[in-house]
């Protein structure tokens, strides 16, 4: 039994180490194609066949950053993403909902930024929306599922003609059910000076550095583990022989003693 745990828990480890390899490794892909990405022109968003919210398959490198220049209409609904945070400050990332001239039911979710959220939970923030056809020039992102769970879990908090919806998560195909219309799985991220708030930009939740970080320390608790192991082993199997030593040389010495005294 102590084996079978023992060969279990070191191969756990091994196995956490190697996965944590394998995701550095991607991510060093990522990153070097979000850097060439920094470097290509925009195309224009109406020519990019994007799958939409209610598809599931999204290839995620795909799209990611992909600068792109957009025409759109705004309308007036606005999503707060809670739980946001920002140079220390906790807040919420405004997103509001646009569609295309040219295609009357295909909507985008265009990032407004990020604004500083209050005490009072009975409201959100004051934002500045958008109210004329505007053009502007971005990138591409979406918010990788939560391990914790992807519910929209919507809040209400209509103002004079504007819908607003406070969210937990960024789950774009109930977004798109709520809306009744056919949304964009991929959110656009002005680059330029569309709005005044911060746009935080985080594309990938972990970069490979610290995925390779990790992998050290699985690999280095997997050596520890084996070392203590072998050890215990050394211990169980040669110590005792040793403890014996000294018995026999007291039994050798009072054999002798008696043979004398006879």
């Given at each position: 039994?102590?084996?079978?745990?023992?060969?279990?828990?070191?191969?756990?480890?091994?196995?956490?180490?190697?996965?944590?390899?394998?995701?550095?490794?991607?991510?060093?892909?990522?990153?070097?194609?979000?850097?060439?990405?920094?470097?290509?022109?925009?195309?224009?968003?109406?020519?990019?066949?994007?799958?939409?919210?209610?598809?599931g398959d999204h290839n995620y490198q795909r799209w990611i950053a992909v600068p792109v220049s957009a025409h759109l209409i705004p309308e007036p609904v606005l999503f707060f993403l809670d739980n946001?945070?920002?140079?220390?400050?906790?807040?919420?990332?405004?997103?509001?909902?646009?569609?295309?001239?040219?295609?009357?039911?295909?909507?985008?979710?265009?990032?407004?930024?990020?604004?500083?959220?209050?005490?009072?939970?009975?409201?959100?923030?004051?934002?500045?929306?958008?109210?004329?056809?505007?053009?502007?020039?971005?990138?591409?992102?979406?918010?990788?599922?939560?391990?914790?769970?992807?519910?929209?879990?919507?809040?209400?908090?209509?103002?004079?003609?504007?819908?607003?919806?406070?969210?937990?998560?960024?789950?774009?195909?109930?977004?798109?059910?709520?809306?009744?219309?056919?949304?964009?799985?991929?959110?656009?991220?002005?680059?330029?000076?569309?709005?005044?708030?911060?746009?935080?930009?985080?594309?990938?939740?972990?970069?490979?550095?610290?995925?390779?970080?990790?992998?050290?320390?699985?690999?280095?608790?997997?050596?520890?583990?084996?070392?203590?192991?072998?050890?215990?082993?050394?211990?169980?199997?040669?110590?005792?022989?040793?403890s014996l030593l000294p018995k026999k040389k007291l039994a050798s010495k009072y054999e002798t003693h008696t043979t004398s005294d006879e």
């Open positions: 039994m102590g084996l079978v745990l023992t060969v279990v828990v070191f191969s756990s480890l091994v196995k956490l180490g190697l996965w944590q390899k394998q995701r550095g490794n991607e991510k060093v892909v990522l990153e070097q194609s979000l850097a060439l990405r920094t470097e290509q022109p925009p195309v224009a968003l109406s020519s990019l066949d994007l799958p939409l919210a209610q598809h946001q945070t920002f140079d220390g400050k906790v807040g919420y990332l405004v997103m509001q909902l646009m569609r295309e001239a040219e295609k009357a039911n295909q909507r985008y979710l265009v990032e407004l930024g990020f604004v500083a959220g209050g005490l009072d939970r009975q409201t959100v923030p004051s934002v500045s929306t958008l109210l004329e056809p505007v053009m502007f020039s971005g990138r591409l992102y979406k918010k990788m599922d939560s391990p914790l769970g992807s519910e929209l879990y919507t809040e209400r908090f209509d103002i004079e003609s504007i819908q607003q919806y406070r969210i937990q998560n960024l789950n774009t195909a109930q977004i798109s059910e709520l809306v009744g219309a056919e949304l964009s799985a991929w959110v656009v991220q002005p680059t330029d000076t569309l709005t005044a708030y911060p746009h935080p930009w985080k594309p990938v939740s972990m970069n490979s550095a610290k995925h390779f970080g990790y992998s050290f320390q699985w690999f280095t608790m997997a050596a520890v583990f084996a070392f203590v192991v072998l050890i215990a082993f050394w211990r169980s199997c040669f110590q005792p022989k040793k």
